[in-house]
Structures are given as C-alpha cells and as structure tokens.
C-alpha cells in the first residue's frame, strides 16, 4: 500500500526525547500537539523542566497543560522562563495593569462571526501577528471562562504540511514571498472601533513563503491565511488560486490538531511552525467564553534561500520591561 505522503513524514515517537521521569508526554495526533503532565506551572520550573516542554514544543508545535489555574502574575511569570515578552497585543493593546497580557473574550473589537456569510474553510486560520517583521515565538493561552462545548481551537503543523507538498511543487515555493497585511477578513463587517485600531498602526511585511525554522531548521510553510494577502511577483489571479491551493492543503485534518479547553486549561504553542483557528461556534451558544494570552517576542524570518523578511510598514515587536522586571 501506498503512503499517502513521502516517507519519514510521521512524527518520531514522543518516548524518543529525553524528558525527566516526572514529566509524561502524550501526543493528540499524527504529527502536532500533545499533553504534557506532571507539572505544576504556577512555581517555577527547574531548568530540566524548562528544556522538557520546550524539546516537546519543538517536536509537536503546540503543547497543552490540564488543571493550571494560574492567576495573571503566575501565567506572565511562566511565560517569561521561556523569553521574553511582547506587549498584549500590538494594535488592541492589553488587559489594564498587565501590559503583558492580552484579553481573548467571546465578543471582540472584530465581528468576526458575521463574516459567515462569505465564509471559506480557511476563514479565521492564521499565525499570530504575522504582519509583524517578527512575528511571535510563540503564543501561551490559559483558559478562565470555558464553554461546557463548543470553543475548540484547531492548531496545523505548518513543518508537516509543507513536508506533504511534492518535491516540484516545493521547489517553486521556496523562492517565493509573501505580502502579510493587519486588516479585518474579506468580507467582514468590521466595528468603528476595529477599523480605527487597524488603521492607527499600519503592519505590513514580507516574509518567506517557506521560512527555515530558527531552532529545529525544518522548512515551514508561512502561509498565514488570516495575514498573507498575495504573493510577490505573480499575477493576482495566480497569487489567489495558489495561496488557497496552500490554505486548503494547511489545514487538511491530518496536519491538526482539536483541543477541548476546561477552565485551567493552558496552550502554548510554536508560532514559527504553527497556523491555528479560533472557534465560530461559540457564536451559536449563549456561554461565555474568555482566555488570556502571553506572546514570546520572535526574530525576523529567513527563507530557506538565506534571505530575512522585510518590513513595509510598522514597528517591530519588542519586549516589554515592566518595572518589576
Ligand atoms: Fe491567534
């Protein structure tokens, strides 16, 4: 029989890294996302234990803890054994007295949810603030407010999926880019408030449309749906089939992974090799919903052909130094 993609595709067995006993690993898919038990994140973590979850972040992408009911302070206290970290967030700005902190609630500045009506599979998928010359290392969500179902958030591993392209095809990607813009979906019925955020702070870059990942040197394909507007150099109708031949390919079930949040829930994942999709569905229920989010500051992007990424418009993203730092 057949494989249905090229061979050494498959994710290495989790048991393959070397983690201290204490720490247990248990892989949700294929290739992206797994558990990670036996610590408690709201004391600090022994250097052991800081290299485990970041060895497993690099190999599955996007790592979950269960039953880590840390406070602001404690989630921000984490996050920063792992880098430092941005401000909440660059245009909707942060949670008062924690400018390290950004608010993710059910009903946001976006209207996101009437975007339906033009809706495309893809919709809403993307990569943190790819915008960004630098976008994130990586992100680190904790559930407080959780819907009893409904609210799932999907997470593709963007290494696998390029890894599933076919050879001709990879070698044309690799020497393309991408125009990445912070603008509200097509079709979206944007509020005053939204538009006026985005147009305050104008983000626009162009990044690699394959960026060679900066710790584990996997080729990644950086097609942040929500973000990449069009591709440098071709014709637009050229540039449009073929980003939604890719986008269509990105989220293709085996390349992700579905996480079910409980209150206390925490996700952390590598925005280097990552594209993720918030829910819709909580929409169509009446629970709230409400998460907290961390970003590690990242370094600008490089194509596998050695060139970086490029700024058009906007600042980058650097750390945040709150007095108590
Ligand atoms: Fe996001």
Same mark, same amino acid.
């Given at each position: 029989m057949n494989a249905p993609y090229a061979e050494g595709l498959v994710q290495e067995d989790a048991n393959d890294l070397a983690l201290p006993d204490h720490v247990r690993v248990r892989p949700l898919s294929a290739y992206t996302g797994a558990e990670i038990h036996g610590l408690d994140l709201s004391r600090p973590l022994s250097p052991d234990e800081v290299q485990a979850v970041q060895s497993v972040l690099l190999q599955w992408k996007v790592v979950f803890f269960r039953d880590q009911p840390l406070s602001h302070d404690q989630h921000i206290a984490f996050s920063r054994q792992f880098g430092e970290l941005t401000v909440g967030h660059p245009v909707f700005g942060h949670v008062d007295n924690y400018p390290e902190l950004y608010a993710i609630s059910k009903y946001r500045k976006s209207n996101s949810h009437d975007s339906r009506p033009e809706?495309?599979? %893809?919709?809403? %998928?993307h990569t943190d603030v790819t915008a960004a010359i630098n976008p994130p290392a990586a992100s680190i969500l904790r559930g407080v407010v959780v819907p009893p179902h409904g609210g799932d958030t999907q997470w593709s591993n963007l290494a696998a999926a390029f890894r599933g392209l076919s050879d001709p095809l990879k070698d044309f990607l690799r020497g393309l880019r991408g125009r990445h813009e912070f603008s509200a979906p097509a079709g979206a019925k944007e509020s005053p408030e939204y538009r006026a955020a985005v147009s305050q702070r104008q983000l626009v870059s162009e990044h690699p449309l394959v960026r060679r990942h900066p710790q584990t040197g996997e080729e990644v394909l950086f097609v942040s749906p929500g973000f990449l507007k069009s591709i440098v150099g071709l014709h637009a109708r050229e540039s449009r089939l073929l980003l939604e031949m890719l986008w269509e390919h990105i989220i293709r079930p085996e390349f992700t992974v579905r996480f079910k949040w409980e209150p206390g829930s925490i996700a952390f994942w590598d925005n280097q090799g990552t594209a993720h999709a918030p829910p819709f569905d909580i929409f169509d229920l009446s629970y709230d919903r409400q998460l907290f989010r961390t970003t590690l500051v990242g370094t600008v992007p490089v194509g596998v052909d050695g060139r970086p990424s490029s700024a058009i418009s906007g600042d980058p993203m650097l750390a945040h130094h709150s007095a108590a730092y």
């Open positions: 809706f495309k599979p %893809w919709l809403g %998928w």
